[in-house]
């Protein structure tokens, strides 16, 4: 069965300063798919990344950079100089590849980031 | 890009009424449909997983007959929740995708916000 732990519940950061959130996951599968999602307070679901399992390279999007280790089975999300509009709660999300009934995706917890001026 | 349109996006209702909410994809074919529950500050809860012509496959713990959920058109899905009760209320998001093959980006409405009264 597939679970994504975010075990950060909240982060509270001052602007500018560099911020990593955390995600852990669990799978039997050898083929999946990781995402992170951003969900400002109206509520919709914006999304960042998608990652396949077969590739562990990291990527880097403006401030934002991606760490994914398969060793650890963590999939970390760095934002660089964070900003006021960068608050908002992030998710950490996987879907595995052979699921009978869709391809489900299921969701860590989620992080509340707050960004100080 | 995909879009999926979710309407209404918030309802307030009276307890014993029941609320039928739309998920529709505007711009692509949605064979397999998602619907989620999100309670304030928490996760976001799989309900229930629809493929068009098909009878929705719920997630253990979700009642059936109270939350009716169809698929009837692969651009169309709807999420009805009967008699509704105060405990219903809730953010629920319905995402999309194009196919059940593995690798399908996942296209989320924006969500209702219910309110039961």
């Known amino acids: 069965a597939q679970k994504v732990t975010q075990a950060q519940t909240e982060i509270s950061v001052v602007e500018k300063e560099d911020v990593t959130l955390d995600c852990v996951y669990e799978t039997r599968d050898t083929t999946y798919y990781l995402f992170w999602y951003k969900q400002p307070p109206s509520g919709e679901l914006v999304f960042l990344i998608r990652r396949n399992s077969f590739d562990e390279q990291n990527e880097i999007s403006g401030r934002y950079s991606w760490n994914f280790q398969k060793s650890t089975s963590s999939f970390n999300f760095t934002i660089t100089a964070s900003q006021v509009v960068d608050s908002a709660v992030y998710f950490c999300?996987?879907?595995?590849?052979?699921?009978?009934?869709?391809?489900?995706?299921?969701f860590g917890a989620g992080t509340i980031l707050r960004v100080k001026s | 890009g995909a879009v999926v349109s979710q309407h209404p996006s918030w309802v307030i209702c009276k307890s014993g009424t029941s609320v039928k909410i739309e998920c529709r994809s505007l711009d692509f074919q949605a064979t397999t449909m998602f619907w989620y529950r999100q309670f304030p500050k928490q996760s976001l809860m799989l309900m229930a997983t629809s493929n068009e012509g098909s009878k929705a496959t719920y997630e253990q713990g979700v009642e059936k007959d109270k939350f009716l959920i169809n698929h009837a058109s692969l651009t169309l899905s709807t999420l009805t929740v009967t008699s509704a009760h105060p405990e219903d209320s809730s953010f629920y998001i319905c995402?999309?995708?194009?196919?059940?093959?593995f690798g399908y980006g996942y296209t989320f409405g924006s969500g209702t916000r219910l309110t039961v009264v």
């Open positions: 999300a996987l879907s595995e590849a052979w699921q009978e009934y869709g391809n489900k995706l299921v």
């Open positions: 995402s999309a995708t194009p196919g059940t093959a």
